[in-house]
Structures are given as C-alpha cells and as structure tokens.
C-alpha cells in the first residue's frame, strides 16, 4: 500500500519535472553592447542582409567568409554575425518587439515606414555628425556624389543608413525582354524594336515549326515567367507601366494601369493574346513551369533576368548548337520612344540599408566599421575577396583568379562564395567588372546590358519615402487597387471582360481613391526633388 | 475522467441533491482521487499559460500596432480596423467565398469519411482492409506544399488531368486558371488527402456496437444494407453529431495555406476567401492589427455558430458537446 503510494507520487513528481522543463525555452538574446574585451578586439552585434546559405558545405557563415574574415582581422572589430531573413518581416518585428536591438540593423526594403520610422521611433539614430567625425570614406563618397546623398538622405535631410551602393548604374540594367535570335534568323527577321515588328516576330514564331519537332502548333511565342512580367512590360510603348510612374507628357506622378492610354495597351495585349501569341497559361506559370518549357524549345520570347540569358545557353547549346539568346530594347510604340520599366535603372542606393541601433555604445567603433565596409578597401573585399587568394590584378584592372574561375568542385558562381559576395548587396559600393565576371558570362549577356542600360528612363520613380500615417494609407489603398488591377488586366487580355468596359473599370479604381493614392505619390516625389 | 463520472453523477441526481452536499461530494471525491487531480493541474496550467495568457494580445485588434511600441504601448484606435475591413471593397466576396467553400466542403468532405468508414466495416477481408486503410491513410502524411505542387503540375495544359479528360474529348486547359473550377479542385484534393484519417474515428465508433445487435437484426431478417441503416449508422451518429458540431465551429476558417499555393489573379474570384486575404494584407505588408480584428471577428462568428448549433442538436437529439 505505502510502496503503492510512494510510486504514484514520484511519477507525479516526475510528470511535473518534465512539463516545466519543457516549458522554459532557451531564448538566444541577442548581444547588444559593443564591449571591449581584454585583448583590445572591440565587439560589434550586426544584424545582417539575408540568411546565410551556401552550396559548399564547409561554410557555415558569413564569418567563414575570407572578405568577412579579412575586414574584422584589419579593423580589429569582431563582428557577431546575425542572420536574417529579409524576405520574412515577421523575424525583423520580432526583433523589434524584444526590444533589445543589435549595435548594427540591416533594414529589410520592405518594412512599413522603412529608415525614416525607425528613426522616428527611436529605433534607429541620426549620423550626420557621426559621419562628419567617424566616417571619412562614407562623407567623400556624399560629397563628390550628390545624386547618392540625394537617395541616401531622408525628407528633412537625416542620414541614418550605411546602403549598398551603385556608382555605375549599367550593374542595375539586369532585367528586360529577350528573345531567340536564332528563330528570329531561321524566318529571317531582325530584331524587333517597335511594337508592330514584334506582333511580326511573335506571328511567325506562331506560323512556322521553329523547334522542328513536326508540330507547328506547339511554339509559344511570348512566354511568361511568373508574375506576368513579359506581358506587363509592353505597356512601355505606350508610355505607361502597370504601377506608379512619371507621366512622359506631363511630368506628374501617375499610376499607369489609370491612364485612358492603357486601353490601347490592354486592345494590343488581347489581339496577341486572341491570336495564340501569348502563353495560354500565362497567369498560373511559376518559374518551374516554365523553365520546363523554355528548355523544351518551345518558347520564343519572354522577360526575366539576364541570369536566363547564361542559364539557358549553358543548358541547351549541347542540344541546340545555334541557340542564341538576346536581349531586346523595350519596344517602340505610340509612345515614340523605348522606354525601360526596369525600376532599378532610377536606383542609385535601394530602400533598405544598415542603420545603427540606439542601444549601441561604442559609436565611434560601429561607425568606423561601417566606414570601413563602405569605403575603397572593403568593398573591394566584398567584391573581389583577397588580392592574390581569389582575385589578381593585370593591367590595373582586376580579375578573378583560377581558385574562383576553374575551382574543381564547383561552378565559379559558388565557388566565388568561399571569398566573396560579387553579385548581391550588403554595406558597400558596388563594382560592375566584379557582378560582370559572372552574370556577363557570353558577349549576347553584355549586349543585353547594354541595350536595356540605354533605354529611356524617364517614366522610373527613384525610390521614395512615405510618412508614417501615409504609408498607411497606401497600403490601405493599393491593396485593394492592386488586387483589382491585375484581375481585370487579365480578364480584359483574355476576353473574359469586354474593353468597353474599361470606363468602368476605371471608375472603379477611383472609388478605391486611386487618386488620392497618386497624390501622395506626388507629394512623396516633390518632397525628394526638393531635398 | 473523475470529473467526468462526478458531473455525470451530479447530473443525473442533479434534481434531488443540494448545494453544499455536492460540495461534500466533490471534497470526498478531491481526496480519494488527490493524485490524478494533481496530474490533471498540469493540462490546466497548459492552458492557462499557453491559450489563455495570450489572449490579451488580441487588445491589439482595436490599437494601431506597431512591434517597436509593443502591446500596451501602441495607441488605441477602436473600432477602425473592423470597420476598415466591413467597408473593404472585396468584403463581401471574401465572405461569400469563404462560406461557400466550407457550405460544399460540409457537403461533400464532411459525408466522405463516414461512407468509407461504413464501407471498411462491410469488408470481411481483414489483410484487404488493411491494405485499402493504409492506402487511404498515406496522403495525410504528406506535406500540403508537396500536394499542391502535384495539384499544379497535374492541373497543366500537359499534365495528367488534361491527358485523363482528353480521352473523354475535354479540351486542354489550365484547370487552374478557371475560376469555376477552383472549388471543385480545392474540395476534391482535400477528400483525397483526408478521407482515410478522417475515418479512424468512425471506424473506432463502429468498433465499439456491440455485436449481439447485429445478431438479433439477422433473427429479425434484416439484410446487410438493413443492418447499416438500423444499426450501424444509429450506432455512431453520436460521434458523426459531435464532429458535426465542431465542423459549424469552423464554418469561417479556410487554411490558407493550400488556398495561396493554388490561386492566382485570374482565380481570386472565386478562390480568395478571409484567410488569404489576411495573409497577403497582414502578414506580407506586417499589418498586424489589421488581420488581428479580423480574425476576431471569425472566431466570434464561429463561436456563436458552435454555440448554436450545439443547442439544436441538444434540443432535437440529445447529443450535444456539453
């Protein structure tokens, strides 16, 4: 009886034991104060740009990186790595809400408010004077580039970001049109450059059996990646995007899917549709279905990133030794000129950047460090790696060298992730011969770049800042608009909605206050003309 | 268990006994049975500290949220992301979707799983209801972003589905771009995926009829399908009527999940319901007030429909959750 009850209460004990173990979790607080250690190394808490992943199994972090090894070894700094995942807000507001923030935050683009809130909450600080006293690099740059302050600076003039930026603006000309010059030569065509030569082009891709397979039916002309990118980029002929934009004629903010033009768009966009010139399943193709089709030969054109343009050729040229991709210039259309929708093209430095948390103590070593990354040396680091380990210098100019290039395991694009980050951003100036070696791979890529880089930029917004209770009322607005545009740009392509009926669709938006959306555009784009 | 029998007692002698001899009950009860009330404190505190405690963040349903303010720091706003989200263009649409699906869901999904359940119980083939329960069982273990995938790639003007209807003579299509269809895809995938789980209940509450019933029916000449509808079917209805009840508990929740792996723009139509709105207005643009309120709002919508339907089905036949 009493060995009885001695068992029952030790099991209840032991039930009790296990439930409030599990309960307390382990909670990683972050490191927030930049303490100095005993051997002069100071501490610095970041908050990186993106999660680390790598395709090589040895590195585990950024600190494994030889840049990131490098700059903590010469400015004596050692830098507790942070990942974070930047596509995911909800980690970024975690954060915040723990109230305890690393010495170093990098600002995902997309959080509500962006730089200017967190300043404004008191999360992150203003640096102007700092960087007058700790950051000579970063103030030169400023100087002698006014078009980057200007991007830099928020509406009343702070500075509070460490961003990546563009010097050479032709690294931003990524992303356009292209199509299969090899087709194109096969119907003896040239490269379309207006709207009319590329109803031509898309026409005889549709018409004749350009794979050869003996089916002339299963060419699709005009492809679509996800997101319904290739069909919205035409819209640039006449003059208008399907987002925010600079009116070409009047030089006001407008949003272009509300412009009366965008009838005649939508008409050209219906006609192609209606002959079987656009991919039937445009509006569901991901990218993995699409890419099976592009790599079954049978599409002939589509927009996306120059990344295709390499991709594609390393894939198919075994199977198909003509294959040739090309980048087009955006079409000419009524508009009368070629205009780029490639909104970073207007991107000198993008929203999101390194601001410095309020709680960081050793000011002077966080801003140095940042200086540091920013400045000639460290971003060529990030870029480049180590002199003599991944790159060598002939002729004054920099190569990558055989380590990157020829690595026995692995294709130079990872390999290069061993020294450094060429292609993506974090806090540095950017370096266009470095994202080159690898996203400019066969001469067609360079001739992409180079035609999308000269298109016309006017309609491109540069990026803009919204006060708090205005980026509220956007997202409020464009919700909706942007939902209910896409809809109905779909349904009036694929005629499941008459374009008579484009008044009141129109109508429409204006009940959803498009309007006053576009005023706080335009007072968003005064407001940074005028900084 | 003990709470169980104790209320069950109370209930059943609940006219005739008094107040403070139920008390005297429940003190005996309490020290008879001190050990496994001590367990059961362990299930409360879960619930205390994991459901109840946070339940004061729903106050962020009336303030204007922001994560660097917190909780109690962020201002109030009352009532403004509810009537933001009533007076939302696609109210009404969202609304109607989200009901409809879960209107045909009860209709085709909710009956699936009792009629396989009825059909294994007819099998007398032990080794071939095994295999056929496992087979049933398999894609509930499988991830909704794997079925979705498949769902997409079958749905393809080449993938499988279209090579099934074109021997009937269906032209190609994408099964998903067609708003028409976006239910009828939605609820089938879903019967395929749970109609084997779905029926482990039912068949644990067939298991439970006890045999000499279906004995007197064959002395009373009834056949097989006699016998499921007079013995079977009454046998289990308590179980269908409380998985019944929980179902109108959750007449406003789609999961959302499966919902945005499978829309797109040309689908919203008819495939956009609350939930995949919340996702894209709360969680993508981090308004977290927004979809805070309206989430409140489903749950007390589906609190009162619980509560309703839990009240008719006591008046009218005695089953009910509590």
Redesign the interface.
Known sequence: MRIKKYVKLSLAGLLAVSVIAGCSNSSGQPESSAETTGTDTKKVSFLWNGKFSSKIPELKGYGDVEAYKEIQKRTNVQIDFQDNDTGNLSQFNIMLASGTYPDIIYVPGGYPGGVAKLVEDGVAIRLNELIDQYAPNYKKLLEEHPEIKKQVMLDDGTIAKFPQINLDLRRNAWSGTMIRQDWLDQVGLKMPTTIDEWYTALKAFKDNDMNGNGNKDDEIPLGDQNGMGSITSFSTAYGLLTTFQIHPETGKVTYGPYDPVFKDYLATMRKWYDEGLIDSEFAATDKKGFEAKFSNNIVGAYGGTITGINTYKNQLKSTIPEFKLVGVAPPVGPAGKSYSAAGQLAQYVPLEGAVVSSQAKDLETVIKLLDYMIGPEGSDLQNWGVEGKSYVVENGKKKFSDAVMNDPTYEARVAVSRYAYPTSGMVKVMSYDAWASFELQYPEAGEANERWFNADKTLLLPPLLFKGEESQEISKIMSEADTYMKEMLLKFIMGNEPLDNFGTYTETLKKMNIERAIEIYQAAYDRYQNR | MTEMNLSVKARRIGRTISLPAYLAMLRKDFKKNK?LY??GL?GV??YL?FSYTPMYGVIIAFKDY?????IMGSSWVGLHHFT?FFQ???FWRLLRNTLLINIYELLFAFPAPIILALLLNELKHANFKRVVQTVTYLPHFVSIVVICGMI??FS??SGLFNMILGWFGVEA??L??DPSLFRTIFIGSGIWQGVGWGSIIYLAALSGIDTQLYDAATVDGANRWKQVLHVTLPGIMPTIIILLILRIGGMMDVGFEKVILLY???T??TA?VISSFVY??G??????SYSTAVNLFNSIVNFMLLILANRISRKVNDTSLW
């Open positions: 050990y001590f367990l362990f505190a879960y500290i922001s994560p660097v303010k917190g933001e939302s263009f696609y997409v790639d393809r003007k299509q994408n998903l771009l797109n723009s040309q919203y139509e956009d894209r207005r969680l993508l643009e981090a308004n977290y």
